[in-house]
């Protein structure tokens, strides 16, 4: 029990590591969070510091989650990996080292995937670009994305599975609230590198 919630803890503050705000002022000396939508995702990233930083914000990210679900595996507990994964979804979502305010949860329950059942990153990865490119909406892609996750882990039946991916695509899908209105009221940014 006692190992278990240390796994927990861990996982949180895995997920609490801030990469988008470190690549900001470290490597570029400034602060995202006062640049374009002030999220510190890989996306902001991209728009506002480049492809280089914005690659490297959301790998990092993906790789919170991942090795969130190995901590399980490392301390050889009992913990189910995906209730790690949880976790540090929502330390990414609610940073200690940021404010308790962080991502939009998708590149780090995307590395829970990752994580737990690759072949489903990859669908989901696939499910991303081909909205992204019909689109142009990021935010729109990621939703989709885990809607895809969703009806993949039904089609599976593994029911851990089911219940957390479905958190995780609650948490993503209400992480856009903001940006479905842009979307429904044509304010949404669209990208142009594809």
């Not at 540090?88 to 737990?116: D, N």
């Amino acid at each position: 029990m006692v190992v278990n919630g240390i796994i927990i803890v861990l996982a949180y503050l895995l997920g609490s590591i801030p990469s988008g705000l470190i690549i900001g002022k470290v490597f570029h000396g400034i602060d995202i969070r006062q640049h374009g939508s002030g999220n510190l995702g890989g996306t902001n990233t991209f728009r506002t510091l480049g492809v280089k930083a914005g690659l490297t914000v959301t790998i990092a990210d993906i790789l919170k989650g991942t090795l969130a679900v190995s901590l399980p595996l490392f301390f050889s507990a009992e913990l189910h990996p995906l209730i790690a994964g949880i976790f540090a979804v929502v330390g990414h979502m609610y940073p200690i080292f940021a404010g308790f305010k962080g991502g939009k949860a998708v590149a780090t329950s995307g590395g829970v995937l990752l994580g737990y059942a690759y072949p489903m990153f990859l669908v989901i990865v696939l499910a991303f670009f081909i909205c992204l490119f019909i689109t142009k909406y990021v935010s729109l892609s990621s939703m989709l994305a885990g809607i895809v996750a969703v009806i993949y882990s039904l089609v599976i039946g593994d029911i851990p599975l089911i219940i957390v991916v479905s958190i995780l695509a609650f948490f993503v899908i209400y992480r856009h609230r903001a940006n479905v209105k842009r979307i429904l009221n044509k304010t949404e940014p669209k990208i142009k590198w594809l």
